[in-house]
Nanobody, 119 residues
């Protein structure tokens, strides 16, 4: 079983920034592709950003140039730096290990961390 704990969400004004953190329990974390996903009310969960064990990244078109994903294999953490936030970024954010097609492998999603962009 892999455990994930997300943190760093909050209320921010448009144009503001937040940094999300994901802490994982897996002993083989360094071999995982990791992703950040988000889900707004009434909408499907979508990929925001992902990073492979080798450091290659993949971003949703809507966040390219604004968000940056990074990982620290020693600490078993994955961060998401979010800049220039817009109302459309409002969602619950989760992290998960991912397969080769960037799909999340997580089954139980838990609470995640809420990001609310509001003026």
């Amino acid at each position: 079983q892999v455990q994930f704990v997300e943190s760093g969400g909050g209320l921010v004004q448009p144009g503001g920034s937040l940094r999300l953190a994901c802490a994982a329990s897996a002993s083989i974390f360094r071999f995982y592709t990791m992703g950040w996903y988000r889900q707004a009310p009434g909408k499907q969960r979508e990929l925001v950003a992902a990073i492979t064990s080798g450091g290659s990244t993949n971003y949703a078109d809507s966040v390219k140039g604004r968000f940056t994903i990074s990982r620290d294999n020693a600490k078993k953490t994955v961060d998401l730096q979010m800049n220039s936030l817009t109302y459309e970024d409002t969602a619950v954010y989760h992290c998960s290990d991912a397969d080769s097609a960037w799909r999340p492998r997580r089954v139980y999603w838990g609470q995640g961390t809420q990001v609310t962009v509001s003026s």
